[in-house]
């Protein structure tokens, strides 16, 4: 198997491209995906400096690598969600990367913010699935870190089989707001909102964990002992036996959905937006989604006091 680029030997092949490639051209292609993705989808400019949330695993800390050998001018941004081992040793993998480099990381544990709150105790409190409660935090908490430290774009590690896997759901249940959302580019509603942005929509899980190996990133391994039994890897699988059978599947479904089908949901309404009356961030009603999830909290603790 010879190197699609440079004909040298091969080390990586990748049927969805019909290609193989030595290790340099491998990078190499990475690299420039990312590069083309962010360039053709205007994600953000040369002089734009991007927050990116590392989750310590493969998908972020490689995106981060990438931007960074690009010469973009990056910040990381961790977040402790307070789940046991798993947190402990994704902020280690984060941190670790980030010294090793010399690369301002900000890390945030959710138990030590004014709320209070892991993700853990909220799933228990309100009785949600904890990918939930995980979700509405990283949101509230990744929009807040890029608004104060004023960042424009917000960049996070999706992946192709991410998007797949999502476009899927989306299409199961014909999420028809969510479809009108799910675009590589998120164009912010509010002024205290960041562009967001996904510039690994275009490489698959296998290319990045590959990129990550062959660049000597440190990642942790391990999944979030939540993921286990998530309709996300359901979908997951179901995608990796048609990619199996038929290469490029996954590529496909994602890349024609934003050129010819996502246009025709883009027109659904946007919800008015006005700001938290408790953390200034935008809501749709009088409190934003975190906010209502952290008063939720509350006055689950205060029954249980009273019950006791
Ligand atoms: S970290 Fe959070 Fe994921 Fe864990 S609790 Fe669910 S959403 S599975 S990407
Ligand atoms: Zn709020």
Known sequence: MKCKRCTDKAIVQLRSHNAAFCKPC?????????????????????????????????????????????????????????????????????????????????????????????????????????CSACGTFKRHHFDRAAFEGGFPVLATGHNLDDEAARLLGNVLHWQVPYLAKQQPVLVPTHPRFARKVRPLFRTSELESATYAFLRGIDYVVEECPNSHGATQLVYKDILNRLEHSMPGSKLAFVIDFLSRGQPLFASAPEADLRECERCGMPATGDLCGYCRLVAEVGRRHAQAVAHS
């Open 26 to 130: 491998f990078v190499f292609f990475f690299q420039r995906t990312v590069e083309r993705a962010i360039a053709r989808e205007h994600m953000f400019a040369r002089d734009e400096r991007v927050l990116v949330a590392v989750s310590g695993g493969k998908d972020s800390l490689a995106l981060w690598d990438v931007l960074v050998d690009l010469g973009y001018e990056t910040e990381g941004l961790y977040l402790g969600l307070g789940i046991g081992a798993y947190s402990s040793a994704s902020e280690q993998k984060a941190r670790a990367f980030a010294e090793k480099r010399g690369l301002p990381l900000q890390v945030v544990p959710l138990d030590e913010t004014e709320d209070g709150l892991g993700i853990p105790a909220v799933a228990a409190a309100t009785r949600r699935p904890p």
